[in-house]
C-alpha cells in the first residue's frame, strides 16, 4: 500500500509539475498570512505584520528548493537537463554524430550477432527436459586406435541393466529406407531406436505420442514418429497425419507421432521407428551376435548423480563384459568406457570457431571505443572554452563529467539500434555458417538474453568512450578560460590520444596475426592434394530400395544390385560427352562415412593379435578412371573381378608402404575376416582423402564393387564438357533401369571439395573482413592524432621553418613520430598475439599459431597502413606559412 | 527571568512531533508549526525552512497525506493527515525517542 501511494506521489509530482509547484506556492502563501495575522496585534500596521511574517519565515525560494530537494526526482530532473544537452549538442555535429553512432553500431551490431550465436548453440540448453542429464556412450579402443567400437544390441541391454548411476540406457542408429505411401517413392533417413529413446533424450511429441514401453520388441508392429521437418515440408503439416499408413520395407508402418523442432541430433533425420522395425538390426545374427557393434547408445544419468560417478560405473561395467565374454573382444580388442554430454557432443566442434569470433569481434568494439573516445578528445578540447564557461558558472566537476557521460551514451545507443539491425540483417547468414559446425544452429535466435547482452554492451560502451577522455579533461579545466589552455591539458590529453592510438594499432596487430593465419590456414586447405581430379566429375548417390534387392535372409542380393549397376555403366559410357563412369560405396572427402576395419595380412598376423585397420572402400573397375586416382602398381579391378571369381583387393600407396615398405605388395593376400576368406591384392592406388581434406589420407583397402556391392552408392561420372549439364540424362538413364531408384545429392566433385572447405572459407573471410575494419578504423585514428598534433605545433613548425628546416625534414620529424606509435603498438599487439595463439590454434590447418611469416606480413601491412596514414596529416604540416603560423597567437 | 532561548529542531525530531500533532486530527503547515511551539511553551521552535521539506517528505514517504480543504476563515489549505503507516512509524519513533532520552536521563543522572 505504502509502496503504492509513494509510486503515485512520485508520478504526479513529475508528470503533474506546475500543478504541484501552484500548490506550493499556495500552501506557503497561506503560511504567511496565518503568520501575518497572528502578529497584526503586536505590528501595528498590516505592512509591517508581513514584513515580520516574511522576515520569521526566511527566503521563500530556498524553502521551496528544499521542498522540490525532498520530493526525489532531483536525479531525474537533471537527467532530463543532460539529455537535453546532450541531444541538442549531437544534432548540432550531424557528421560526428554520424560518423561515431556508425562506428559503434558496427561493432555492437557484430557482437549483438555473435554472441546470439554463442547464447544459441553454447549457452542455451538444450531443448530437451532436463537435457544436461542425457549423455552418449562411447566405448573407445585406444590400442588398436578406434574412438569408437559402437554398441552391439546386447550390449546396449547390459549397460541398461548393469550400471545403477543411469536411468535408462537406449539403442540408436541411423539408416536410408525407401518410404511408399506418398505421390513417389521417397528416401527418408530413418532414426531407429529403442522405444524409450525419446524419454531419455527428454522430448514430448508435438502431436499424437512417442513410442511405448515395448513397442521395440520383436514382432511388434512396426510405428512411425515423424520429425517436425518432414512433417512440415513433406506433408504440409498435416494435422490428421496420426495413424495414416506407409509401407517401408515391404510393411506396413503407423504414425503415432510428430516432434516439435529439434536439433538435426545424433543425426537429421525424417522419421524415427522403433528398433525392431528395422529389418537389419532384427536379424537375428545380428540380436545374438556380442560384435555386431553397430550402433549408438545414449542414456540419461539418475538425478543428482554426478557425471564422475556414472563414467566411473560404467567403466566397471565395460571391465565386466570382457571378463564375461572374451570371445566378444578378438584381434586384441580392448575397448573402455566413456560418456558425454549429448550438449558436449552437439557444440564441441563448434566452440573454438564461437570463441574466436566472440574474442574478434570484442577487439573491434574496443578498437572502435578507442577511437570514438580520441573523437571525443578532439571535441572537448575543442569546447574547452564552454566547458571552461560551465565551470565558471558553478557546473560542478561532476556534473560535467555526467554530461559528457550522458552524451556519449546517447551515442551508444544510437549506436546500440543500428546494431541491432546489423545483427537482424546478418542472423540468418550466421546461422547458415554455424549450421556447419553443429546441429544447434536453428536454435540461434534474437531473444531477451541477446537483447540484455546488447544493452549491456552498449551502456559499457557509452560509458567507457565517455569516461577515457572525461577523466583527465578537467584536471587543468581552470586554464582553458585564462586562454592557454593547450599549454598543459593539451599535452596531458595528446598522451591520452597517443595511449588509444597505439592501443588500436595494437589490437588491430592482434586480428590482422588472426585473420593471416586463417588465411595461410585456408589457403593450406586449398593447396591439399586430395587424390583425385576434381575436375569434370558428376557425382550423384544412387540409392536402391533394399528391399527389392534382399535376399530372404536380408543380405544383398549382389547379383540383382549388380544387374542395375553393370548396364548403368555402360549406358552412361554410351553417353555422348561421357569419359567414363564408375561406382563406389560413397563420395571421397565424406567424413561421415566410416567402414573401418581390422585385417590380416597372410602369414605375417594370426587371430588374437591386435591387427592394424583399414578403411574400406567398394569400388567399381572404373572407379579411379573416373576420380583420376593413379594405379602405381598392379592393375585396376576389371569386370571379372566378380562374385565367381577370386576375391580381390587394391590397397592403398601409404598401407602399403606401411606394411611392406618398398616391396611390391601385388600378389600378397589380406584378410578382413580374420582369416576366413582371402582376397588377393591386385593394384596399389595413390592415396585419397576419403575422409577429409584437413585429414590425413587413410590407409584404405578397396574391394571390388563385383564382388561388395552396395545398394547405396556413389555414382561417378568423368565428362568432356560441363558435368553438370549431364545430370538430367544420367538420372533417366537411372530410373529407367529401376524406377524406384532415389537419385540424390546431385552434384560435382568440384562442389564436394568446394563444400569441403566453406567453413575453412567463412571463418577467413569474417576474421579478414573484421581485421579490415579494424585496420581501417586505427588508420583513421591514428591519422587524427597524428593532425592533432599538427595543429597543437604549428607555432612550433612555423618557427622550425622560419630558421630554415626544409620540408622534407618536418616530414620526416613528424613520419617519425606516427612511427614510434606503430612501432609500441606492434610490440603490444606482439605480446598479445603470442598469449592468444593458443585460442586459434585448434582451427589451424598446416600454419603455427605462431608463424613467422604471418606475424611479419601483418606487421608490413600494419607499418604500411599506418605510414600512408601519417603521411597525409604530415604533408599538410609541411605547407605550413611560418608567418601565418607565427601570427596565429 | 528572561525566558530561555528557543532551540532548533533536530529534523528526526521533527518529524517526530509532526506525526505526534497529526494523530489528534488533519492540521496545515501553519497550525502544526504553531501547535508544537504553544505545546512546547515555546521552548521548541520551527523552522519553515525545515517544517515544509519534512512534511513533503513524510508524504512522500507515504506516512501523511494530504488534502486541501478550508481554514477558519473560509482559505483554501492543505490539509496533512496520518495515514495507517504513520501511525505505526509514529509508534515506533516514539518507542525509540523513549529509550533514547530515558538513556540520555539516566547518564545524566548517574555520571
Given at each position: 500500500?505504502?509502496?503504492?501511494?509513494?509510486?503515485?506521489?512520485l508520478?504526479?509530482?513529475?508528470f503533474?509539475?506546475?500543478?504541484?509547484?501552484?500548490?506550493?506556492d499556495?500552501?506557503?502563501?497561506?503560511?504567511?498570512?496565518?503568520?501575518?495575522?497572528?502578529?497584526?496585534?503586536?505590528?501595528?500596521?498590516?505592512?509591517?505584520?508581513?514584513?515580520?511574517?516574511?522576515?520569521?519565515?526566511?527566503?521563500?525560494?530556498?524553502?521551496?528548493?528544499?521542498?522540490?530537494?525532498?520530493?526525489?526526482?532531483?536525479?531525474?530532473?537533471?537527467?532530463?537537463?543532460?539529455?537535453?544537452?546532450?541531444?541538442?549538442?549531437?544534432?548540432?555535429?550531424?557528421?560526428?554524430?554520424?560518423?561515431?553512432?556508425?562506428?559503434?553500431?558496427?561493432?555492437?551490431?557484430?557482437?549483438?550477432?555473435?554472441?546470439?550465436?554463442?547464447?544459441?548453440?553454447?549457452?542455451?540448453?538444450?531443448?530437451?527436459?532436463?537435457?544436461?542429464?542425457?549423455?552418449?556412450?562411447?566405448?573407445?579402443?585406444?590400442?588398436?586406435?578406434?574412438?569408437?567400437?559402437?554398441?552391439?544390441?546386447?550390449?546396449?541391454?547390459?549397460?541398461?541393466?548393469?550400471?545403477?548411476?543411469?536411468?535408462?540406457?537406449?539403442?540408436?542408429?541411423?539408416?536410408?529406407?525407401?518410404?511408399?505411401?506418398?505421390?513417389?517413392?521417397?528416401?527418408?533417413?530413418?532414426?531407429?531406436?529403442?522405444?524409450?529413446?525419446?524419454?531419455?533424450?527428454?522430448?514430448?511429441?508435438?502431436?499424437?505420442?512417442?513410442?511405448r514401453?515395448?513397442?521395440?520388441?520383436?514382432?511388434?508392429?512396426?510405428?512411425?514418429?515423424?520429425?517436425?521437418?518432414?512433417?512440415?515440408?513433406?506433408?504440409?503439416?498435416?494435422?490428421?497425419?496420426?495413424?495414416?499408413?506407409f509401407?517401408?520395407?515391404?510393411?506396413?508402418?503407423?504414425?503415432?507421432?510428430?516432434?516439435?523442432?529439434?536439433?538435426?541430433?545424433?543425426?537429421?533425420?525424417?522419421?524415427?521407428?522403433?528398433?525392431?522395425?528395422?529389418?537389419?538390426?532384427?536379424?537375428?545374427?545380428?540380436?545374438?551376435?556380442?560384435?555386431?557393434?553397430?550402433?549408438?547408445?545414449?542414456?540419461?544419468?539418475?538425478?543428482?548423480?554426478?557425471?564422475?560417478?556414472?563414467?566411473?560405473?560404467?567403466?566397471?561395467?565395460?571391465?565386466?563384459?570382457?571378463?564375461?565374454?572374451?570371445?566378444?573382444?578378438?584381434?586384441?580388442?580392448?575397448?573402455?568406457?566413456?560418456?558425454?554430454?549429448?550438449?558436449?557432443?552437439?557444440?564441441?566442434?563448434?566452440?573454438?570457431?564461437?570463441?574466436?569470433?566472440?574474442?574478434?569481434?570484442?577487439?573491434?568494439?574496443?578498437i572502435?571505443?578507442?577511437?570514438?573516445?580520441n573523437?571525443?578528445?578532439?571535441?572537448?578540447?575543442?569546447?574547452?572554452?564552454?566547458?571552461?564557461?560551465?565551470?565558471?558558472l558553478?557546473?560542478?566537476?561532476?556534473?560535467?563529467?555526467?554530461?559528457?557521460?550522458?552524451?556519449?551514451?546517447?551515442?551508444?545507443?544510437?549506436?546500440g539500434?543500428?546494431?541491432?539491425?546489423?545483427?537482424?540483417?546478418?542472423?540468418?547468414?550466421l546461422?547458415?555458417?554455424?549450421?556447419?559446425?553443429?546441429?544447434?544452429?536453428?536454435?540461434?535466435?534474437?531473444?531477451?538474453?541477446?537483447?540484455?547482452?546488447?544493452?549491456?554492451?552498449?551502456?559499457?560502451?557509452?560509458?567507457?568512450v565517455?569516461?577515457?577522455?572525461?577523466?583527465?579533461?578537467?584536471?587543468?579545466?581552470?586554464?582553458?578560460?585564462?586562454?592557454?589552455?593547450?599549454?598543459?591539458?593539451?599535452?596531458?590529453?595528446?598522451?591520452?590520444?597517443?595511449?588509444?592510438?597505439?592501443?588500436?594499432?595494437?589490437?588491430?596487430?592482434?586480428?590482422?596475426?588472426g585473420?593471416?593465419?586463417?588465411?595461410?590456414?585456408?589457403?593450406?586447405?586449398?593447396?591439399?592434394?586430395?587424390?583425385?581430379?576434381?575436375?569434370?566429375?558428376?557425382?550423384?548417390?544412387v540409392?536402391?530400395?533394399?528391399?527389392?534387392?534382399?535376399t530372404?535372409?536380408?543380405?544383398?542380393?549382389?547379383?540383382?544390385?549388380?544387374?542395375?549397376?553393370?548396364?548403368?555403366?555402360?549406358?552412361?559410357?554410351?553417353?555422348?560427352?561421357?569419359?567414363?563412369?564408375?561406382?563406389a560405396?560413397?563420395?571421397?572427402?565424406?567424413?561421415?562415412?566410416?567402414?573401418?576395419?581390422?585385417?590380416?595380412?597372410?602369414?605375417?598376423?594370426?587371430?588374437?593379435?591386435?591387427?592394424?585397420?583399414?578403411?574400406?572402400?567398394?569400388?567399381?573397375?572404373?572407379?579411379?578412371?573416373?576420380?583420376?586416382?593413379?594405379?602405381?602398381r598392379g592393375?585396376?579391378?576389371?569386370?571379372?573381378?566378380?562374385a565367381?571369381?577370386?576375391?580381390?583387393?587394391?590397397?592403398?600407396?601409404?598401407?602399403?608402404?606401411r606394411?611392406?615398405?618398398?616391396?611390391?605388395p601385388?600378389?600378397r593376400?589380406?584378410?578382413?575376416?580374420?582369416?576366413?576368406?582371402?582376397?588377393?591384392?591386385?593394384?596399389?592406388?595413390?592415396?585419397?582423402?576419403?575422409?577429409?581434406?584437413?585429414?590425413?589420407?587413410?590407409?584404405?583397402?578397396?574391394?571390388?564393387?563385383?564382388?561388395?556391392?552396395?545398394?547405396?552408392?556413389?555414382?561417378?561420372?568423368?565428362?568432356?564438357?560441363?558435368?553438370?549439364?549431364?545430370?538430367?540424362?544420367?538420372?533417366?538413364?537411372?530410373?529407367?533401369?529401376?524406377?524406384q531408384?532415389?537419385?540424390?545429392?546431385?552434384?560435382?566433385?568440384?562442389t564436394?571439395?568446394?563444400?569441403?572447405?566453406?567453413?575453412?572459407?567463412?571463418?577467413?573471410?569474417?576474421?579478414?573482413?573484421?581485421?579490415?575494419?579494424?585496420?581501417?578504423?586505427?588508420?583513421?585514428?591514428?591519422?587524427?592524432?597524428?593532425?592533432?598534433?599538427?595543429?597543437?605545433?604549428?607555432?612550433?613548425?612555423?618557427?622550425r621553418m622560419?630558421?630554415?628546416?626544409?620540408?622534407?625534414?618536418?616530414?620526416?620529424?613528424?613520419?617519425?613520430?606516427?612511427?614510434?606509435?606503430?612501432?609500441?603498438?606492434?610490440?603490444?599487439?606482439?605480446?598479445?598475439?603470442?598469449?592468444?595463439?593458443?585460442?586459434?590454434?585448434?582451427?589451424?590447418?598446416?600454419?603455427a599459431?605462431?608463424?613467422?611469416?604471418?606475424?611479419?606480413?601483418?606487421?608490413?601491412?600494419?607499418?604500411?597502413?599506418?605510414?600512408?596514414?601519417?603521411?597525409?596529416?604530415?604533408?599538410?604540416?609541411?605547407?605550413?606559412?611560418?608567418?601565418?603560423?607565427?601570427?596565429?597567437? | 527571568?528572561?525566558?530561555?532561548?528557543?532551540?532548533?529542531?533536530?529534523?528526526?525530531?521533527?518529524?517526530?512531533?509532526?506525526?505526534?500533532?497529526?494523530?489528534?486530527?488533519?492540521?496545515?503547515?501553519?497550525?502544526?508549526?504553531?501547535?508544537?511551539?504553544?505545546?512546547?511553551?515555546?521552548?521548541?521552535?520551527?523552522?519553515?525552512?525545515?517544517?515544509?521539506?519534512?512534511?513533503?517528505?513524510?508524504?512522500?514517504?507515504?506516512?501523511?497525506?494530504?488534502?486541501?480543504?478550508?481554514?477558519?476563515?473560509?482559505?483554501r489549505?492543505?490539509f496533512?493527515?496520518?495515514?495507517?503507516?504513520?501511525?505505526?512509524?509514529?509508534?515506533?519513533?516514539?518507542?525509540?525517542w523513549?529509550?533514547?532520552s530515558?538513556?540520555?536521563?539516566?547518564?545524566?543522572?548517574?555520571?
Amino acid at each position: 500500500m505504502r509502496a503504492l501511494a509513494r509510486a503515485r506521489h512520485l508520478l504526479r509530482t513529475l508528470f503533474s509539475r506546475q500543478r504541484v509547484e501552484r500548490e506550493l506556492d499556495d500552501e506557503l502563501r497561506l503560511h504567511l498570512e496565518l503568520e501575518a495575522e497572528k502578529r497584526l496585534r503586536d505590528a501595528g500596521s498590516v505592512e509591517e505584520a508581513r514584513r515580520r511574517a516574511a522576515i520569521s519565515f526566511g527566503a521563500v525560494e530556498s524553502v521551496k528548493d528544499e521542498v522540490r530537494e525532498s520530493w526525489g526526482i532531483r536525479f531525474l530532473e537533471t537527467l532530463a537537463q543532460d539529455l537535453k544537452y546532450g541531444a541538442r549538442s549531437l544534432r548540432r555535429n550531424p557528421g560526428f554524430t554520424g560518423v561515431v553512432a556508425l562506428t559503434l553500431g558496427l561493432g555492437i551490431g557484430a557482437n549483438t550477432a555473435v554472441f546470439s550465436v554463442v547464447r544459441g548453440v553454447l549457452l542455451r540448453p538444450l531443448p530437451y527436459a532436463r537435457g544436461q542429464e542425457v549423455v552418449a556412450l562411447h566405448q573407445p579402443a585406444p590400442q588398436s586406435g578406434i574412438e569408437d567400437i559402437g554398441f552391439s544390441v546386447k550390449e546396449v541391454k547390459d549397460y541398461g541393466s548393469l550400471t545403477p548411476s543411469l536411468e535408462d540406457v537406449v539403442e540408436y542408429h541411423s539408416m536410408n529406407f525407401t518410404l511408399l505411401g506418398g505421390p513417389e517413392p521417397q528416401r527418408v533417413r530413418t532414426g531407429v531406436v529403442s522405444a524409450a529413446f525419446f524419454d531419455v533424450l527428454g522430448v514430448k511429441p508435438l502431436l499424437g505420442r512417442t513410442f511405448r514401453k515395448g513397442e521395440d520388441a520383436m514382432g511388434a508392429e512396426p510405428l512411425l514418429v515423424l520429425s517436425h521437418a518432414y512433417w512440415q515440408q513433406q506433408l504440409g503439416r498435416d494435422p490428421g497425419v496420426i495413424g495414416r499408413h506407409f509401407e517401408m520395407n515391404d510393411r506396413v508402418h503407423t504414425v503415432v507421432g510428430v516432434l516439435p523442432p529439434l536439433p538435426g541430433y545424433p543425426d537429421e533425420n525424417d522419421v524415427y521407428m522403433p528398433a525392431s522395425a528395422c529389418p537389419f538390426r532384427s536379424r537375428p545374427a545380428t540380436l545374438d551376435n556380442r560384435q555386431a557393434r553397430g550402433y549408438q547408445a545414449f542414456a540419461r544419468v539418475k538425478e543428482g548423480v554426478p557425471l564422475a560417478r556414472a563414467q566411473a560405473d560404467i567403466a566397471t561395467v565395460v571391465e565386466r563384459l570382457k571378463k564375461e565374454y572374451p570371445d566378444a573382444y578378438p584381434q586384441g580388442l580392448a575397448p573402455t568406457a566413456t560418456l558425454v554430454s549429448v550438449h558436449e557432443e552437439m557444440v564441441r566442434s563448434a566452440r573454438p570457431t564461437l570463441l574466436v569470433l566472440l574474442g574478434t569481434v570484442a577487439l573491434v568494439l574496443l578498437i572502435a571505443c578507442a577511437n570514438v573516445a580520441n573523437l571525443t578528445l578532439a571535441r572537448i578540447s575543442d569546447r574547452g572554452r564552454e566547458m571552461g564557461v560551465r565551470a565558471a558558472l558553478g557546473a560542478g566537476r561532476v556534473r560535467l563529467l555526467r554530461q559528457l557521460l550522458t552524451e556519449s551514451t546517447l551515442l551508444a545507443l544510437i549506436g546500440g539500434v543500428l546494431g541491432l539491425a546489423v545483427a537482424f540483417l546478418t542472423r540468418d547468414a550466421l546461422v547458415q555458417f554455424a549450421a556447419r559446425f553443429t546441429p544447434r544452429a536453428g536454435e540461434v535466435r534474437i531473444d531477451g538474453a541477446v537483447l540484455a547482452f546488447s544493452l549491456v554492451a552498449t551502456v559499457c560502451t557509452g560509458l567507457l568512450v565517455g569516461s577515457l577522455p572525461g577523466l583527465p579533461a578537467f584536471d587543468r579545466l581552470a586554464r582553458a578560460l585564462t586562454g592557454d589552455g593547450r599549454s598543459t591539458a593539451g599535452r596531458s590529453r595528446q598522451r591520452i590520444r597517443s595511449v588509444l592510438a597505439v592501443s588500436q594499432l595494437a589490437l588491430s596487430f592482434m586480428l590482422l596475426i588472426g585473420a593471416a593465419l586463417m588465411l595461410k590456414s585456408f589457403a593450406n586447405l586449398q593447396k591439399v592434394d586430395p587424390g583425385f581430379r576434381a575436375d569434370h566429375v558428376l557425382t550423384m548417390t544412387v540409392d536402391l530400395n533394399w528391399s527389392k534387392y534382399a535376399t530372404p535372409e536380408r543380405r544383398v542380393d549382389q547379383q540383382r544390385v549388380l544387374q542395375v549397376f553393370e548396364p548403368l555403366w555402360d549406358r552412361v559410357r554410351a553417353l555422348p560427352g561421357v569419359v567414363t563412369a564408375g561406382t563406389a560405396w560413397t563420395f571421397p572427402l565424406n567424413g561421415a562415412f566410416s567402414a573401418n576395419g581390422g585385417f590380416m595380412i597372410e602369414g605375417v598376423h594370426h587371430d588374437g593379435q591386435t591387427l592394424p585397420r583399414a578403411e574400406f572402400r567398394g569400388a567399381s573397375a572404373t572407379y579411379f578412371e573416373a576420380l583420376g586416382v593413379p594405379i602405381l602398381r598392379g592393375r585396376a579391378f576389371d569386370a571379372h573381378d566378380r562374385a565367381d571369381a577370386e576375391r580381390v583387393a587394391i590397397v592403398s600407396q601409404s598401407l602399403a608402404r606401411r606394411h611392406w615398405g618398398a616391396d611390391d605388395p601385388v600378389g600378397r593376400r589380406i584378410s578382413s575376416d580374420r582369416g576366413q576368406t582371402w582376397a588377393r591384392i591386385v593394384g596399389v592406388a595413390g592415396d585419397v582423402r576419403q575422409t577429409g581434406l584437413a585429414v590425413e589420407p587413410p590407409d584404405v583397402v578397396y574391394a571390388s564393387f563385383g564382388q561388395f556391392p552396395g545398394y547405396t552408392s556413389t555414382l561417378f561420372v568423368r565428362t568432356i564438357g560441363d558435368p553438370a549439364a549431364l545430370a538430367d540424362k544420367v538420372r533417366a538413364e537411372i530410373r529407367s533401369l529401376d524406377p524406384q531408384a532415389a537419385v540424390t545429392n546431385v552434384r560435382t566433385l568440384e562442389t564436394i571439395r568446394h563444400d569441403a572447405l566453406a567453413s575453412p572459407r567463412l571463418t577467413a573471410f569474417l576474421l579478414g573482413l573484421f581485421a579490415f575494419v579494424a585496420l581501417a578504423i586505427s588508420a583513421a585514428g591514428l591519422a587524427g592524432v597524428l593532425a592533432y598534433s599538427v595543429s597543437q605545433r604549428t607555432r612550433e613548425i612555423g618557427i622550425r621553418m622560419a630558421l630554415g628546416a626544409a620540408p622534407g625534414s618536418v616530414l620526416r620529424m613528424l613520419l617519425g613520430q606516427g612511427l614510434v606509435s606503430v612501432v609500441i603498438g606492434l610490440l603490444v599487439g606482439l605480446v598479445g598475439a603470442l598469449g592468444l595463439s593458443r585460442l586459434v590454434s585448434g582451427l589451424l590447418f598446416g600454419v603455427a599459431p605462431t608463424d613467422p611469416m604471418c606475424f611479419l606480413g601483418s606487421a608490413v601491412v600494419l607499418v604500411a597502413v599506418a605510414l600512408v596514414a601519417s603521411f597525409l596529416p604530415a604533408r599538410r604540416a609541411t605547407g605550413i606559412d611560418p608567418i601565418l603560423a607565427l601570427r596565429t597567437e | 527571568m528572561p525566558p530561555a532561548p528557543a532551540v532548533d529542531l533536530l529534523q528526526g525530531t521533527l518529524d517526530l512531533l509532526v506525526l505526534r500533532t497529526l494523530r489528534t486530527g488533519p492540521q496545515h503547515g501553519w497550525g502544526i508549526a504553531q501547535r508544537i511551539q504553544q505545546l512546547s511553551e515555546d521552548v521548541l521552535r520551527v523552522n519553515q525552512g525545515s517544517l515544509y521539506p519534512s512534511l513533503h517528505r513524510l508524504e512522500h514517504e507515504g506516512w501523511i497525506e494530504a488534502e486541501w480543504g478550508s481554514s477558519d476563515n473560509n482559505r483554501r489549505a492543505k490539509f496533512y493527515r496520518l495515514t495507517r503507516a504513520g501511525q505505526k512509524r509514529l509508534g515506533e519513533e516514539t518507542e525509540s525517542w523513549e529509550r533514547l532520552s530515558g538513556a540520555v536521563a539516566r547518564v545524566l543522572r548517574l555520571a
